[in-house]
Nanobody, 128 residues
Framework: QLQLVESGGGLVQPGGSLRLSCVAS????????IGWFRRAPGKEQEGVLC????????VTLDSVKGRFVLSRDNDYNTVYLQMNSLKPEDSADYYC?????????????????????WGQGTRVTVSA
């Protein structure tokens, strides 16, 4: 059973950066596409980005284009979400999710039911 653990969240000022990590255990991450989702208080969960097993990235949330960068290191079973130029509206709980297919879905917005394993989330707060 694949298990995912996110880390790297915290408090950052507007314009700042954070790097979130998603570490997998129980199975090799190399066979899975990995998505990042977020849920802000009082709002629905939304898909942010997805990365295929080969490193191809699909952006599913237009507001993060040019600011968020997704990468993976299969040797370390880890996916990284680099978030730059953060805005208060980026504040949310961020979750990584694994999909039992190597490719990212093309749905936009992303569909959570297409992902099979979820982490517990890490909170990002962007505030002065």
């Amino acid at each position: 059973q694949l298990q995912l653990v996110e880390s790297g969240g915290g408090l950052v000022q507007p314009g700042g950066s954070l790097r979130l990590s998603c570490v997998a255990s129980g199975s090799t991450l190399a066979a899975y596409a990995i998505g990042w989702f977020r849920r802000a208080p009082g709002k629905e969960q939304e898909g942010v980005l997805c990365i295929s097993n080969s490193g191809s990235v699909t952006v599913t949330l237009d507001s993060v284009k040019g600011r968020f960068v997704l990468s993976r290191d299969n040797d370390y079973n880890t996916v990284y979400l680099q978030m730059n130029s953060l805005k208060p509206e980026d504040s949310a709980d961020y979750y990584c999710a694994a999909r039992r297919f190597p490719f990212c879905p093309s749905d936009k917005p992303a569909i959570t039911s297409k992902y099979d394993f979820w982490g517990q989330g890490t909170r990002v707060t962007v505030s002065a």
